[in-house]
Antibody, heavy 117, light 110 residues
Framework: QVQLVQSGAEVKKPGASVKVSCKAS????????INWVRQATGQGLEWMGW????????GYAQKFQGRVTITRNTSISTAYMELSSLRSEDTAVYYC??????????WGQGTLVTVSS | EIVLTQSPATLSLSPGERATLSCRAS??????LAWYQQKPGQAPRLLIY???NRATGIPARFSGSGSGTDFTLTISSLEPEDFAVYYC????????????FGPGTKVDIK
């Protein structure tokens, strides 16, 4: 079945960077865009950016421009989201999701990133 | 940038009742509107795409309608497992592509 499996929880200090992985299985990785979405505790869903795994083209939400980088390794069907200059407000669950046309399905299980000194 | 608003913020209902959730876009998104369900501690799950098409495995009690700027998600008779938060979402194609979520509607038990 189509599945996205993300890396485990991370604890980072302010100013550090974090890199979350998202491994795809059950479909051709390069045939569908991947999105990254985050959710702070008790808050709504916040879109961060997208990537075309075939071309490597990316697009980022203006809020994260300059701080987020989405990459991929097609040989292992894995997408990555790296967020730099972390601050406490970046504490959240980070999700990857496959883009069908514009709708997101399925989603990864989520990765909790905690930023604390 | 298209903004999505959802109402009400919270809907308190009993099992067996009908739930009607609204999503409004700041400008037309045609029928390119999706709905998601999220339960505590879980990732969102796609319910509806293209405003009215149920995703694979979604029960028939979930239905979507609308086009342009006004959309509705209806749960005909609430089951205990339906108490959750519901989000609408769209994508604008004008370069660059931007994905937008509504703030969510929480359906809780009355």
């Amino acid at each position: 079945q189509v599945q996205l499996v993300q890396s485990g929880a991370e604890v980072k200090k302010p100013g550090a960077s974090v890199k979350v992985s998202c491994k795809a299985s059950g479909y051709t990785f390069t045939s569908y865009d991947i999105n990254w979405v985050r959710q702070a505790t008790g808050q709504g869903l916040e879109w961060m950016g997208w990537m075309n795994p075939n071309s490597g083209n990316t697009g980022y939400a203006q809020k994260f421009q300059g701080r987020v980088t989405i990459t991929r390794n097609t040989s292992i069907s894995t997408a990555y989201m790296e967020l730099s200059s972390l601050r406490s407000e970046d504490t959240a669950v980070y999700y990857c999701a496959r883009v069908q046309r514009y709708e997101l399905d399925p989603w990864g299980q989520g990765t909790l990133v905690t930023v604390s000194s | 940038e298209i903004v999505l608003t959802q109402s009400p913020a919270t809907l308190s209902l009993s099992p067996g009742e009908r739930a009607t959730l609204s999503c409004r876009a700041s400008q037309s998104v045609s029928s390119y509107l999706a709905w998601y369900q999220q339960k505590p501690g879980q990732a969102p799950r796609l319910l509806i795409y293209d405003a009215s098409n149920r995703a694979t495995g979604i029960p028939a009690r979930f239905s979507g309608s609308g086009s342009g700027t006004d959309f509705t998600l209806t749960i005909s008779s609430l089951e205990p497992e339906d108490f959750a938060v519901y989000y609408c979402q769209q994508r604008s194609n004008w370069p660059p592509a931007v994905f937008t979520f509504g703030p969510g509607t929480k359906v809780d038990i009355k």
